[in-house]
């Protein structure tokens, strides 16, 4: 079970700590941002964490005064071994919760076990299909009528965790994936916030291999409405 960062009941809110992986641009680090800045989302970024020294998200925690840290995978000898590394330096920010937002590493499955509950990716596609690179591609190679973004938990299975909340987009016509991903991209930044939100306020647990939502089993993936929030 993930552990909540505060009490459904509780009157005094206790504010979430949130670690975030990225290895890019980092626009849905910066939707957490500014959400925790306007008040809006009860949390804490408490450090960010990369692959990639170079990746405009570390960038974007130093903006925030938030410490940042990227480690070099080639500098270990192997893939286990940089997961070990980098993810001992999460549990030293002791996060509640860590979001992978672009993250383009596979994650050790003794790692991400050890975690179990507390580590959700962003996928821009509506899981289970089109997982992998190149979603929007592969959605316009499919000719599906929607497309969009998933949060789910992650598991050793590749964006195969069971999925907390998705955000639809209509694919048109005249569609270039990148057109696509743009649109994507615009609702997967209030998804990510809403859904943080929830888990924030523990109203989100993964238990027995499936995402409890104030304590009931979720059949199906909460849909992010046109108001931002969950209908
Ligand atoms: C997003 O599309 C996310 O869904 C995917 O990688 C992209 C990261 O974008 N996993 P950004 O770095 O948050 O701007």
Redesign the pocket.
């Known amino acids: 079970m993930a552990r909540a960062c505060a009490s459904a009941d509780s009157a005094i809110p206790v504010t979430c700590r949130i670690a975030v992986l990225?290895s890019?641009?980092?626009?849905?680090?910066q939707a957490l941002l500014d959400a925790i800045a306007a008040g809006t989302l009860p949390a804490r970024i408490v450090g960010v964490f990369s692959d990639k020294a170079q990746a405009p998200?570390l960038q974007r925690a130093c903006d925030a005064d938030i410490p940042a840290l990227a480690l070099d995978p080639n500098a270990f000898d192997t893939r286990v071994a940089f997961d070990h590394a980098l993810f001992e330096r999460v549990d030293e920010s002791e996060a509640d919760i860590i979001v992978c937002?672009?993250y383009l590493r596979l994650i050790d499955a003794g790692v991400v076990d050890a975690r179990r509950g507390r580590i959700v990716?962003?996928?821009?596609s509506l899981l289970p299909a089109f997982k992998g690179l190149r979603t929007h591609r592969q959605a316009l190679a499919a000719g599906v009528a929607e497309h969009g973004?998933s949060v789910h938990f992650v598991t050793p299975d590749l964006d195969g965790g069971p999925v907390i909340a998705q955000a639809r987009v209509p694919v048109l016509a005249h569609d270039s994936a990148e057109t696509l991903a743009q649109r994507?991209?615009a609702r997967?930044h209030p998804l990510l916030v809403e859904t943080l939100h929830w888990l924030a306020t523990g109203r989100i647990a993964l238990a027995e291999d499936a995402v409890h939502v104030d304590d009931m089993a979720l059949a199906t993936p909460l849909q992010l409405g046109a108001n931002n929030r969950f209908a």
């Open positions: 990225a890019g641009r980092g626009s849905n680090l998200a937002a672009g990716n962003i996928h821009p973004a994507v991209l997967e």
